[in-house]
């Protein structure tokens, strides 16, 4: 019944119950019509939420929202809508498919009845909720991964797959000598612009359009993917490599900063429940998977590159936490 709290959740994200309150008390009825609910069944799901603190039932059939539950809200600052509606709707679509996918090896994409359409198909915001939900946390959540490895010799480093810059933006912060390439697909590149503000080190970065599996802009010695990788085949991920080890200096490097799964998962750890859960999300959402360090090494080799370091990255940010960084050099010709 783990699934229960976040189906909850999202039905409250989809409905609007938190936008609704506001700021205020306000009655079934009138939350009901601003919600093109049913009355009765909203009053269930308002009292199930206060149950877990999300809502307060001040008087009988009067609720407000909880500062737990402002989040929900569109028009905070720390809107986790996007994240309740990414996770638990779209993505559990893709879940709801598991054990296809691991009969089959395939993605969910792959094994769904093509009559029906994906939750994903249907959604015409999911586009921009993806992009509300990834690559967007602030600059100082990256200093740990810029502060991990030394960028002192470098003199450009491209950020491929960046995102938002948030990374790229952080490694240049620190390291004022740098030059950078934010290297993304046009869509986030063009949602990345608006965030650059023109002083440095945004100034010392220029935003490329670019697709990694078809080529990778020249121009940098050191390449950074972070989080790209997991979310591609094995075949898909060698190509990226190589259309990277195609443009890197012989004295250059690679970055990829990722999970590193252990060989062996001999007891319980909440910590890389996170990193396996993260593994079976890729399994039915995009084919891909995390890896070992082994895996990782393998998957270089067949790319023309050498594993020469693992860094540890230690941080408490959640969208980098317990992450790693590779060092990769191009193998000798």
Known sequence: MAYARSRMLCAAARLGVADALGDEVRGVDFLAESCQADADALY??????ASIGVTEETSPEHFRLTPFGKPLRRDVP???????IFWADLLA????LLTDCVRTGKPAAQIRDPRIPSRWSQDPGADSIFHAVMGTAPVEDYASIAEAWDFS???????LGGGGGSLILAVLGLNPHLRGLLVDLEPSVDAARSGFAQEDP???CELI???LMQAVPPGADVYILKHVLHGRRDAEAITILKNCRAVIPQNGSLLIVEFILPSLVSHADPQLESHLMSDLNMLAVTGGRERSEREWRVLLESAGF??????????DAPMVRNVGILEAKPAKE
């Open 209 to 211: 359009a670019a697709d």
């Open 202 to 204: 945004a100034l010392r």
């Open 306 to 315: 050498v594993l020469t370091e693992v860094y540890p990255v230690g941080t």
């Open 78 to 84: 720390d809107s986790v809508w996007a994240a309740v």
């Open 93 to 96: 679509d893709e879940w709801s």
């Open 153 to 159: 010799r470098a003199k450009v480093v491209a950020d």
């Open 44 to 49: 269930r799901l308002l009292r199930a939420l």
